[in-house]
């Protein structure tokens, strides 16, 4: 399968579809970014809800579970792989590049180096998993680019849960978020990461509590510039005239797992 996956520059375009995965709904902020970055590319997305979340389960088993999500999308025949989840590119991203080395990989990482530059009071909250916390990406990201100030982790694992149930508003969810925040805002935080794709579907409600109070970092459009960069790069870029854009849900029944 990876012998047919160039890994040269060619000049043709190349109509193959661009792969996403994440543990559920989270990733499609970059996958509608990326679509806007990119209108001429087709793509698949696989919300891995069976797995879902991705945030408390063991490095070893999120490696095993994006392999196979990566294996399934090259059996699509996708040319390049958005890692649209901060859990599974912290975990497993390295595996998947050593592995796979001819397929481009477009993994995340929490925007602390925009927030720590943009900071006055030099105190940036960030929100996240608890495996993208543990993750090398973030150690080192905030290691070298946060230097000046001071980065509050916040695990906020349950607002992925709120996100996969559509519960994006209302007291119940004021009330889970706000909790989060408020010992952010408390520490002299003005700068807000959202370090999990699911979070930017929480963006109104997030930007509802801070009332002003700090700005809010969403990293997808950097994400989906980035992606057009490296299809740009490797001269993989599509020229659609009518992309498809593929949308598979896993999930669990009697003999399984099945993918619809």
């Known amino acids: 399968m990876l012998s047919d996956m160039p890994s040269t520059r060619r000049d043709a375009r190349d109509n193959r579809p661009v792969g996403f995965f994440d543990s559920g709904l989270g990733g499609l902020c970059i996958l509608e970014a990326f679509k806007r970055e990119c209108p001429a590319e087709s793509t ?84 996240a998993t608890a495996g993208t916390f543990s993750g090398r990406l973030y150690r080192e990201t905030s290691a070298r680019f946060a230097k000046d100030v001071t980065v509050i982790a916040a695990v906020a694992d349950e607002f992925v849960t709120l996100v996969e149930r559509g519960e994006t508003s209302g007291r119940r969810a004021e009330r889970i978020v706000r909790s989060r925040l408020e010992p952010l805002f408390a520490a002299g935080a003005d700068n807000i990461v959202l370090g999990c794709t699911h979070f930017p579907h929480l963006k109104p409600l997030i930007e509802k509590i801070t009332a002003g109070r700090a700005e809010i970092e969403d ?11 490296v299809l740009r790069e490797r001269g993989i870029l599509g020229d659609n005239e009518e992309p498809t854009h593929e949308f598979i849900r896993t999930k669990e029944d009697d003999d399984g797992e099945t993918r619809d």
Do not use: W
């Open 44 to 127: 698949v997305y696989i919300a891995d809800s069976r797995h879902c979340p991705y945030g408390n389960r063991p490095a070893e088993e999120i490696v095993r579970i994006s392999r196979a999500n990566v294996e399934f999308l090259l059996g699509r025949n996708c040319k390049m792989i958005v890692v649209a989840c901060n859990t599974a590119t912290a975990a497993a991203i390295d595996v998947l590049r050593k592995e796979f080395p001819s397929i481009p990989f477009i993994g995340l990482e929490p925007a602390v180096k925009p927030a720590a530059l943009k900071s006055k009071s030099g105190v940036v909250g960030v929100l």
């Open 219 to 229: 990293p997808s459009e950097a994400v989906a510039r980035q992606a057009g960069r």
